[in-house]
């Protein structure tokens, strides 16, 4: 109560600090009158007046007033578009490293383009992230326009570009891409062998659009890049035909956690079933010889009971594609993890693909905050900003809307079924349509989309189906919802990145209807005649009330309840929200509906009535916030375990850039040498040890498999009074003499590049399998716990344990490669570098929905399906993979592929 009169006479915190910066925005609006005056090369030049006085020691504050001021010129020349101030307050709020939270249709593309072009004068390059190749495209096309106007480069990223053509983009002042492609480059990078073959430079500002989606909902799981193991696929179908003959009795399910394991009796049932099949041929189920067959058991049951076709993935082109649990989309190339994909396939009846293991991964908490000033915005944060704060050290900022939010927001409507649920919809479209008022309608599962979609065909109710399976014509249906009458049903994607505005939209229209035009006259004609029907359909469309979003459930986070209700008054345009809700719902099912199911029976909820009220309102929210904060509980806690091995990949991978920066490694390589000869000695040769209780024997043949040198260990330890330290001194001196001749023999020019290319492969070997290592180790250390044992704790231990241990065994394996290694050196051909082999490499995202089901474990994926660089051919078709419309072309002509190969 006291908190709520302080707000109302003091104003909130983020009022507060708004008013602080709309000095800055007057500021910018007085300096208005004379840059109009300027010429459109006095505009340009401003550009390099900047540079200038950047490099004689002003900073970016001092120059944030005059430069916003030249882009909002520029803007109104070159975009025909002038920022609001709301719009310079959140482009202000972007330069100090915060997230704007402005509403949807509030303008954010244009917004990034006033911090973005004070940033980049620094010439240490500008990163703005988008979630899709679609709308990094459209993006930098449009305010690539308005940056070269003003004497800046534009690059673009996205996926099927080769290493020059990023590597061009990159070193563009400003670089739009997705987060997807920003952290696979930086894997890539760091698996290359020449500085000169990487193509990112050092980081410097990043803006990150649709923040909330990619730093909180993508940021459950890794990026991974892996390489191919052995085939087991007849396994996976064998196991899959076994699981259809258990009984409920046989498994546990746990729809919270989306866990489910099999009981006593269900482990019986199993081992009964896999010796009748032949697959278990000794021992019990978990014997530690059957733990392949337990994992496989294990994940055949998950495909069968966790996972459902058409909600959690559908089946295309003979393939299992995950659909994104938060926008509803297909996730080409991504694979679930620790063969639960195979196992699915199995399920399916489609090819299965190999297994992989980990080559490289990381977070996206972990790439991000590795750029120095991190800046987002959406239009939904402040339900998260706890988490912002805590993991990125990012404040959010409530930005107003220009125009006052005309849109009203209903109480929910709760229903005892769903099908009473579902028919309250359709009566409620069918009014709408009768008033010609146009209707999106957002469903959490393709299932429910084609199950609405099925009831509103009966009735012949016109309408539009966005899902996954129609995502190629998302930006076309999306633009269109808003035509008066028009019925949009929308899989969790309600228009991403495209606006929907009363009436429909001009631009998408001109573009889509003129695009056969040729004759000038004939084209201006159209474009008005479009121009005026669209104004008359707004004006039938506002009048009507204007557009009214119906929601068939709540999901598990307001955030996305929030996204889909923001595509309604966008501008200050009138609107409608209503929530739909029924006690079968996944949110109300697994919370607890039962009881108020009883509850509403007893007090006489006839078929077909709603109970509505706010405190229902209020209670499901409180739901919600339970499942976020359980939520951002599994994200911490991954971040913690990610956390101790991104302190060990940067370790590696510095040392990577150090001896790729190197052309002489020869003393690190001998000190290696040395350190590896001094851990054998002793190992065999425990400290203060009588010579009686040395190991002679094991440090005679451990030196000969490490070194090749057959030694007189066994005379040497004879001497009267030797110690180990002169030991050691021989056969030092010894594996040094040889390593001496090598380098003659070769030449030490050759010597020097064989060193530095096989010190670089072995430790990425090394590297590659430690992380199998602490992959196995996180997916058990969660029962430590029984022993109460801090499972963190024990990871931290194990796993520097692990670091120690790898370093080890890098400098034993650096050492007995080159003792034994023999070259044949041809003396008329000039030394070359040696190429090491490039494995297959494939690109993976894990699903967010295994991070639960895992107990905190980030597991390595599977195979993406996306060929290595290496393969793909320029002059041969088959090899280039599912290119994008508005990518390059992998052909090298330099067109974008739909102008060329795309187009035939």
């Known amino acids: 109560m006291f908190g709520a009169i302080a707000r109302r006479l003091f104003g909130t915190a983020n009022d507060r600090f708004l008013k602080t910066l709309r000095k800055d925005v007057e500021a910018i609006n007085a300096l208005e009158p004379e840059w109009e005056k300027l010429s459109d090369d006095e505009l340009r030049d401003k550009t390099r007046l900047f540079r200038e006085r950047l490099e004689k020691g002003e900073t970016l504050d001092d120059l ?144 990150v659009d649709e923040v909330d989606s990619i730093l909180i909902d993508e940021a459950r799981t890794p990026l991974i890049i892996s390489g191919p193991t052995e085939d087991n696929s007849s396994l996976y179908v064998a196991v899959n035909k076994l699981i259809p003959k258990l009984t409920e009795e046989d498994y546990e399910k746990d729809e919270k956690v989306r866990a489910v394991t099999l009981t006593e009796q269900g482990a019986e049932h199993m081992e009964q079933l896999l010796r009748e099949a032949g697959l278990l041929v000794e021992g019990n189920l978990y014997d530690l010889a059957n733990v392949s067959l337990v994992h496989h058991a294990n994940q055949a049951l998950r495909a069968h009971k966790l996972f459902t076709r058409d909600v959690d993935y559908i089946v295309k082109n003979n393939k299992v594609i995950i659909i994104d649990e938060f926008t509803g989309r297909m996730m080409e190339g991504r694979r679930y993890s620790e063969g639960l994909h195979q196992a699915l396939e199995a399920k399916e009846g489609v090819k299965i693909e190999n297994e992989n293991q980990t080559l490289a991964s990381i977070t996206f908490q972990n790439y991000f905050r590795m750029y120095p000033k991190l800046a987002g915005m959406t239009g939904t944060a402040m339900t998260e900003a706890g988490e912002f704060a805590e993991i990125y050290g990012l404040e959010v900022v409530e930005i107003p809307t220009n125009v006052p939010v005309a849109r009203r927001d209903e109480d929910d409507e709760v229903y005892r079924t769903a099908r009473e649920k579902f028919d309250a919809i359709a009566a409620l479209i069918e009014d709408c349509r009768a008033r010609k008022q146009p209707v999106l309608v957002g469903t959490v599962s393709i299932e429910k989309s084609e199950l609405l979609s099925g009831i509103l065909r009966k009735k012949g109710i016109p309408h539009n189906v966005l899902n996954a399976r129609h995502h190629d014509q998302e930006a076309y249906i999306v633009a269109q919802a808003g035509v008066p009458g028009a019925v949009t049903i929308a899989t969790n994607m309600a228009g991403r990145g495209t606006d929907i505005q009363l009436g429909g939209n001009v631009e998408m229209r001109l573009k889509q209807e003129l695009a056969d035009i040729t004759d000038e006259a004939e084209r ?93 309102n209020k209670a499901l929210e409180k739901a919600q916030q ?224 295994l991070a639960a089901a895992t107990g905190g474990a980030v597991l390595p994926t599977d195979a993406a399906g996306q060929q290595a660089l290496a393969e793909l051919d320029p002059n041969n078709p088959a090899t280039w993979g599912n290119v994008q419309r508005n990518s390059p072309c992998p052909c090298g002509s330099g067109k974008k592929y739909k102008h060329c190969h795309g187009a035939q």
């Open 64 to 207: 944030l007033h005059e430069a916003f001021a030249t882009v909002r010129e520029a803007a109104k020349r070159v975009l025909g578009m002038r920022p609001f101030d709301v719009q310079l307050l959140g482009g202000i709020v972007l330069h100090k490293g915060m997230i704007s939270e402005m509403k949807t249709g509030e303008g954010k593309t244009l917004v990034a383009t006033l911090p973005v072009y004070l940033n980049a004068l620094s010439g240490k390059g500008v990163h703005v992230v988008t979630v899709n190749d679609y709308l990094a495209s459209r993006d930098a096309e449009m305010m690539g326009r308005l940056y070269g106007f003003l004497g800046m480069s534009t690059g673009i990223i996205v996926h099927g570009m080769d290493d020059f053509q990023r590597q061009t983009a990159y070193r563009a002042d400003i670089t739009y891409a997705t987060n997807n492609e920003l952290g696979f480059d930086y894997l890539r990078d760091n698996m290359k062998f020449r500085l000169e073959e990487m193509v990112q430079r050092p980081f410097n500002y990043a803006i």
């Open 524 to 616: 201006a004609k159209r474009e008005a005649e479009i121009r005026a029907e669209v104004a008359e359909l707004k004006q039938q469309a506002l009048e009507a009330g204007g557009l009214y979003v119906i929601a068939t459930e709540r999901h598990e986070s307001r955030r996305i309840d929030n996204q889909l209700r923001g595509r309604s008054g966008r501008q200050g345009d009138p609107g409608a929200s209503k929530f739909f809700l029924s006690l079968e719902d996944d949110l109300m099912r697994i919370f607890g509906s039962q009881r108020m199911d009883s509850m509403l029976q007893k007090l006489g909820l006839k078929e077909g009535e709603a109970i509505v009220h706010p405190w229902i």
């Open 626 to 849: 339970k499942v976020e904060a359980r939520n951002f509980d599994i994200r911490k806690n991954l971040l913690k375990y990610d956390d101790v091995m991104n302190d060990q990949r940067k370790v590696i991978y510095e040392q990577r850039k150090e001896l790729m920066q190197e052309t002489d490694v020869s003393q690190t390589i001998t000190d290696m040498r040395h350190e590896a000869i001094e851990e054998i000695v002793s190992r065999c040769i425990p400290e203060k040890a009588y010579a009686e209780q040395w190991d002679v024997k094991s440090l005679h043949e451990e030196v000969l498999r490490v070194t090749g040198l057959d030694l007189p260990i066994a005379e040497w330890a004879k001497e009267e009074g030797i110690a180990e330290q002169e030991i050691q001194q021989r056969i030092t001196e010894a594996a040094d003499r040889k390593m001496a001749e090598k380098a003659a023999n070769y030449g030490p020019d050759v010597m020097r590049m064989v060193e530095r290319s096989l010190l670089l492969q072995l430790l990425d070997q090394s590297w590659k399998d430690h992380l199998l290592t602490l992959d196995h180790l996180r997916q058990g250390i969660n029962l430590r716990a029984y022993a109460q044992r801090d499972p963190l704790n024990e990871y931290k231990a194990e796993a520097f344990n692990l670091f120690e241990k790898m370093l080890n065994d890098l400098r034993e394996r650096v050492t007995g490669v080159l003792c034994h290694l023999e070259l044949r050196v041809d003396p008329r051909q000039p030394p070359a570098m040696p190429e090491p082999p490039r494995p297959r490499m494939t690109e993976t995202r894990q699903d967010p929905a």
